[in-house]
């Protein structure tokens, strides 16, 4: 299993990014897909959840209205669009596969400064 992330950088408040993640070696239209951040200092926590299809979704409320999750079944790919980021959206952010967060990808860091 590889979930591998891509899409993070250094970024002004206001601005947006769109984060990546590549998955392989498992059935990906079959699993539950999650971003999850971590800020410095601070624990994990998870932001957006993706059920097997595309039309259910979950948002913790710090990110509601401000990100979206989506997924590419047939490219085995899920997003994560954030807009109008802000400083407290700094942190390394992790894309997890399976209802159990079962599978995790290195993480990539964003940055808003």
């Known amino acids: 299993v590889q979930l591998v992330e891509s899409g993070g950088g250094l970024v002004q408040p206001g601005r947006s990014l769109r984060l990546s993640c590549a998955a392989s070696?498992?059935?990906?239209?079959?699993?539950?897909m999650n971003w999850v951040r971590q800020a410095p200092g601070k624990g994990r926590e998870g932001v957006a959840s993706?059920?097997?299809?595309?039309?259910?979704?979950y948002y913790a409320d710090s990110v509601k209205g401000q990100f979206t999750i989506s997924r590419d079944n047939a490219k085995n790919m899920v997003f994560l669009q954030m807009n109008s980021l802000k400083a407290e959206d700094t942190a390394v952010y992790f894309c997890a596969a399976g209802l159990q967060f079962d599978y995790w990808g290195h993480g990539t860091q964003v940055t808003v400064s």
């Open positions: 070696g498992f059935t990906f239209s079959s699993l539950f």
């Open positions: 993706i059920y097997t299809g595309t039309d259910r979704t």
